[in-house]
């Protein structure tokens, strides 16, 4: 029997990220930081950290070896199920706003044994997501960072509840065995789609089949909240809503898809004196769900992929 092969037998090239890229890589960082430092605007602001960002993220990406890389990507799912855990125990909640508690108190908070709670605020340390200290007494204790503090926001909660008990729970079952039948290739039916064949469901798009399911459907409807939550000084910013001319039928503007009018209601609080009616539509499970806007705003049942647009002349 011939023995292993020279190339098998070889010890693996030791990890040694080149020296040049690296000294390329934080001075761009420098740099950018500089220029954060010197921007005159929020949006050089922005930009410089966009440029902090790119290149922090490729200078930890060639700082960690591949097989380390692999294990993030592969163990990455557990630390979303840990969040969706976090979030039906309701632990950033229990965290006091200011200060720290113990892992004793808060399994109290949280109903919850504390050798579990454990292993899950563990991951959340891991992650630079919660902090932890020690208590003069020698106990562990937790405290908040901004990104615990988002999830304490019930836009922020329902957005994640929905990516993971909708689209990721369908997209994990659907993964391979939808390709498989149908081909690797972009899927161009919305009735016979991962969603639908995940479900079981096909001949019916994501809204017939979140309809039949009224949690569900109330989960998404809280998710699309998340828009109006970020950024939405920005988007109303964007262009000048006060100098649109109503059509014919005075109608000035019009929100397609636009949920509960987070967005709606912003535009007219910041142009009161528009000329013009505005219309909110959506589908009339959306509508039906409730929403945000004054009573001035006309709400118009829309289902944009079975129906013609039935406002003509407006933006």
Not at 115 to 127: G, K, Q, Y
Not at 132 to 145: A, D, K, R
Not at 231 to 256: K, R, T
């Amino acid at each position: 029997m011939s023995g292993p092969s020279s190339a098998n037998s070889q010890e693996p090239s030791p990890f040694e990220p080149p020296l040049p890229l690296l000294s390329c890589l934080s001075t761009a960082i420098q740099t950018s930081i500089q220029e954060y430092e010197s921007a005159k605007s929020l949006a050089e602001k922005a930009s410089a950290l966009q440029k902090i960002q790119a290149a922090s993220n490729k200078l930890s990406r060639t700082t960690t070896p591949v097989p380390m890389q692999l294990m993030l990507i592969n163990f990455g799912p557990n630390l979303h199920v840990t969040i969706r855990i976090a979030l039906e125990m309701g632990l950033f909640e229990a965290l006091p706003q200011q200060g720290n508690i113990t892992i004793q108190e808060l399994a109290s908070e949280t109903n919850s044994d504390e050798e579990f709670l454990l292993r899950i605020t563990r991951v959340f340390v891991a992650f630079d997501m919660l902090l932890s200290s020690e208590s003069p007494n020698g106990q562990q204790t937790l405290s908040h960072t901004p990104f615990t503090r988002l999830l304490c926001m019930p836009a922020a909660k329902a957005s994640t509840k929905h990516l993971f008990d909708n689209m990721l729970l369908a997209q994990t079952k659907s993964a391979g065995r939808y390709y498989q039948k149908h081909g690797f290739k972009s899927p161009d039916d919305s009735k016979d789609s991962p969603f639908s064949f995940s479900h079981g469901m096909e001949g019916m798009n994501i809204f017939d089949i979140l309809e039949t399911m009224p949690d569900r459907m109330a989960l998404f409807n809280s998710a699309m909240m998340i828009t109006a939550t970020f950024g939405l000084d920005q988007v109303v910013s964007l262009y000048p809503f006060d100098e649109l001319a109503p059509n014919s039928d005075g109608i000035a503007l019009v929100d397609v898809g636009g949920g509960k009018g987070h967005i709606i209601n912003e535009i007219s609080k910041r142009y009161p004196d528009m000329k013009g009616k505005i219309v909110l539509e959506d589908m009339k499970v959306v509508l039906d769900g409730g929403t945000v806007v004054s009573k001035e705003v006309v709400l118009q049942n829309y289902d944009f992929f079975k129906e013609e647009q039935p406002i003509k002349g407006t933006l």
